[in-house]
């Protein structure tokens, strides 16, 4: 089974400036991030669901 991540954290509210001049911008890393993990959970869901299967069919 795949390693758990854990989920990113979203920035504070002074952790970006607001005023649209960083490149990239803290929340654009944080939705990078999350996205990641999103897809890293959809991998772990699919894994498990397949021993799951398996166990079931067995």
Not at 24 to 36: H, I, K
């Amino acid at each position: 089974m795949s390693e758990l991540i854990e989920k990113p954290t979203p920035p504070a509210d002074d952790d970006c400036c607001g005023g649209g001049a960083c490149n990239p911008c803290v929340w654009d890393r944080y939705y990078a991030q999350l996205q990641t993990w999103r897809i890293e959970q959809a991998k772990i869901k699919e894994q498990l669901a397949e021993q799951d299967n398996k166990l079931n069919n067995s």
